[in-house]
């Protein structure tokens, strides 16, 4: 079981009392080198190219995307302050090959290339990291010592435990938590109750109905 | 210590309370309530109610990582990170590890909050009373002492303090776990309901679904407001909505006009008075200023949380208890145990695709303990009962693969599939040797040695974890859920955040530190109501058994005191 599958089933076992935000919270970092909490971790082009990966992973629909409800912002703040120094590393790089090759396949730098081929760059390195992820995960399992192959039995596993970064990964959970949680997310695309003041166990669906965030 | 006549009136109180989470609290409420003059000492800072629930309200955009961490606070959290309570939402109510670290001799995680109100405001709130079947256990198969008291001694001290609390729950006429004084029960889900229903027809009612018994108000109660159901609890509740010091002891005890709390009082030692044989005071350390100070009553209430109470009298050492106060035993610091859990199964439910929930309970199903009773053996001793709940799965759905996309995001904003997990927590067993002792090679913030923790699982443990998978894959089978999938994530001992012994009742002083009253058998006015008094801990959560023994053990303590016995 994989770490995302544990904390799942960690909130079945709290019975909900764990909200999608922090579910959404679990699913990175890492622990160790200090973080960069250098301004200058990314360059101005680049905090224009994380706004734009963002607001291509969560793009305008009926409700407004990732760039209105200030997604890349965010994201630049939580490589700076919530990750190790490898995964700001990674990301760092990430951009920049994603950069290089914007220009390489598309001959333009991303922030210049069309909507359509944003996506379809994106989708590329999507595919290329779900690859590089399964290969990783075979290769932990056929080395024979997974994760959770407890030497001690009972012992819990390390919830930080070192994993390889992966830059479109980062920008992907980072988005969807940074998005589902922004006042835009919360309250058009999800839907948001502050204060519901009671608990009905079994009420019917109503069409459109949206999750409750 | 050069104190003048003066000083020592004016420090001077009928009687001293050690911390002030859920067990301090009430013993705080009770002593005051029957007139005593007392002090509550609390090692950290005050969190005044409402006010200093500084996060409440906030919206989760407010929030600057979203409830992440820092690699700030992973440095200065190193063990309050391993486990998901310490969050950016609550972030102010846990300990900063660097400056109280302790020894793991083996792998302990301990969670710790220092402010008033202690672990009464990050609590889980699950309330459930222990049955004879608990009481009894240790005698019957002779692991750790037997239990100085049974059922019928504690329950007009449960019905006192769920009175009082205010615990929501549903009778269910279930023998292992008796019936309380419940407010109304919170309503379970259409998912919930049905996995009920067929568990016990499947099962004949050998084996009950109830909800769980919640000290959170289903309705207004002794001022205090209901629930808001926004599932926000471990912020603090400005609704007073659930029990904690907070809401519900501190009042009632301020109210008498006979308390003195006192925030930033780390207590040093327990002073011990050869000639009487008995505590006179605590010597305090200011935790601001590192100044010394003693504090004298005729009564010393240990409210410190099991590792913490159980420290605090491995330190109060003098030529008469040279290994710890009231321990010619040898047994303070020995049996810890805590529940094992993060184990069991979950499904997905199919046909109630056209129904939705409403609100945030923060409260779930619970199926008690049906293992080694009426029948039913295993091969190992005691058993487990389960958390579970079911729900629709929302924005954290699975989709495929790193997708992303409009169409995505608008899957994401549906109401998913429904899903129900079982989640089993199970007795440890008393371990002698699963011990804590004084660790003098280090020292924390404020100069005091540290504790080192030695404990592990072990064989009946695991053996139980097997059923805690397999018996929640058939429960939800049988219920009719697909996809189900068994779990085990690995539970280290510390991680339920139930530690409790160490410092254990029981009827024989050569084999226990407390008697059946909660009080010391060697130092007659001390006693000790929090975790460490247990001699087990049964599967239950165990906050409301805290309760109930200290409001039993200030009524003796009083009673005991007006007759002139201690």
């Not at chain 2, 769980?212 to 002794?222: D, E």
């Not at chain 2, 790193?402 to 899903?419: I, S």
């Amino acid at each position: 079981m994989d770490r995302r599958e544990a904390v799942k089933n960690f909130a079945f076992l709290m019975g909900g009392a764990l909200s999608a935000t922090t579910i959404g919270v679990f699913l990175d970092g890492c622990t160790s080198p200090s973080a960069n909490k250098g301004s200058n971790l990314f360059s101005e082009d680049q905090n224009l190219i994380i706004t734009e990966v963002a607001d291509v992973i969560i793009p305008t629909t009926k409700t407004p995307g990732a760039k209105a409800a200030g997604v890349g912002p965010f994201i630049a703040q939580m490589v700076k302050e919530c990750y190790p120094e490898d995964a700001q590393k990674a990301f760092v790089k990430g951009l920049e090959d994603l950069e290089d090759r914007s220009k390489k396949e598309y001959g333009s730098s991303f922030l210049k290339i069309s909507a359509k081929e944003r996506e379809q760059l994106l989708g590329k390195l999507r595919d290329e990291t779900v690859a590089s992820q399964k290969a990783e995960a075979a290769k932990t399992a056929a080395s024979g010592k997974p994760d959770l192959k407890l030497e001690k039995p009972l012992a819990a596993p390390n919830r930080y435990a070192k994993n390889t970064p992966y830059f479109f990964a980062i920008a992907r959970d980072l988005t969807m938590l940074g998005y589902f949680t922004s006042e835009i997310g919360a309250t058009q695309a999800l839907e948001y109750v502050q204060i519901p003041g009671r608990y009905d166990g079994c009420v019917d669906l109503k069409p459109g109905q949206r999750v409750y965030s | 210590m050069n104190l003048n006549t003066k000083a020592t009136a004016q420090n001077t109180y009928d009687a001293i309370v050690v911390g002030s989470g859920i067990s301090g609290g009430w013993a705080a409420k009770e002593l005051t309530e029957k007139g005593l003059k007392v002090l509550m000492l609390e090692r950290g800072r005050n969190v005044e109610h409402i006010k200093d629930y500084t996060t409440a309200m906030k919206k989760p955009w407010e929030f600057e990582h979203r409830g992440l961490l820092t690699e700030e606070q992973k440095k200065t959290h190193p063990v309050q990170i391993r486990d998901y309570p310490y969050q950016e939402f609550n972030e102010s109510f846990w300990v900063n590890d660097l400056e109280c670290p302790y020894t793991e001799v083996k792998r302990f995680d301990w969670y710790r909050g220092f402010h008033v109100g202690g672990k009464s405001l990050m609590w889980g709130r699950q309330s459930y009373r222990f049955s004879d079947l608990n009481f009894e256990d240790n005698k019957k198969d002779g692991h750790g002492n037997d239990w100085p008291i049974r059922y019928k001694d504690l329950e007009k001290w449960y019905d006192y303090v769920e009175r009082f609390a205010g615990i929501s729950g549903q009778a269910e006429n279930w023998p292992a776990l008796p019936d309380g004084q419940f407010l109304p029960p919170m309503e379970m889900n259409c998912v919930e309901k049905s996995v009920k229903s067929r568990i016990e027809e499947h099962w004949k009612k050998s084996r009950i679904m109830t909800i769980g018994r919640t000290a959170n108000l289903t309705v207004p109660h002794g001022g205090r407001g209901s629930c808001q159901y926004r599932n926000l609890c471990s912020r603090g509740c400005p609704f007073g909505a659930y029990f904690s010091t907070q809401s519900s002891t501190l009042p009632a005890a301020v109210a008498t006009g006979n308390l003195t709390l006192r925030p930033f009082s780390l207590v040093d030692h327990i002073i011990y008075d050869k000639e009487t044989q008995k505590a006179t005071g605590v010597m305090v350390i200011d935790s601001e200023t590192k100044e010394n100070i003693e504090f004298f009553a005729k009564i010393v209430f240990v409210n410190g949380s099991t590792l913490g109470s159980t420290f605090l009298l491995l330190n109060s050492t003098s030529a008469e208890h040279p290994n710890g106060l009231g321990n010619a035993s040898g047994e303070l610091g020995h049996n810890l145990m805590d529940h094992h859990f993060r184990c069991g199964a979950n499904g997905e439910a199919e046909g109630f695709e056209d129904k939705y929930t409403y609100g945030r309970r923060a409260n779930g199903i619970y199926i008690p303990r049906y293992q080694n009773m009426n029948g039913d053996k295993r091969d190992y001793l005691r058993g487990f009962g389960y958390q579970g709940g079911a729900s629709r799965t929302g924005w954290h759905k699975d989709v495929a693969e790193l997708a992303f996309g409009g169409e995505v995001k608008d899957q994401m904003t549906q109401p998913g599939m429904w899903t129900m997990g079982l989640g089993g927590f199970g007795e440890s067993l008393p371990y002698h040797e699963n011990r804590v002792y004084i660790d003098k090679t280090k020292k924390d913030k404020w100069g005091m040695p540290v504790l080192a923790i030695d404990c592990e699982f072990k064989g009946n443990e695991q053996k139980m974890r097997l059923d805690m998978m397999n018996d929640a894959a058939e429960m939800l089978e049988a219920a009719g859920m697909k996809n189900i999938k068994t779990f085990d994530s690995g539970s280290s001992p510390g991680m339920a955040i139930h530690e409790q012994g160490t410092a254990r009742m029981g009827n024989d002083p050569k084999t226990s530190v407390l008697n059946k009253w909660n009080q010391m058998h060697e130092v007659k006015n001390v006693f000790v109501t929090d975790g460490s008094c247990m001699p087990s801990i049964a599967c239950q959560n165990p906050s409301l058994t805290f309760m109930a023994l200290t409001a039993r053990a200030a009524d003796y303590a009083v009673t005991e005191l007006k007759k002139g016995n201690i």
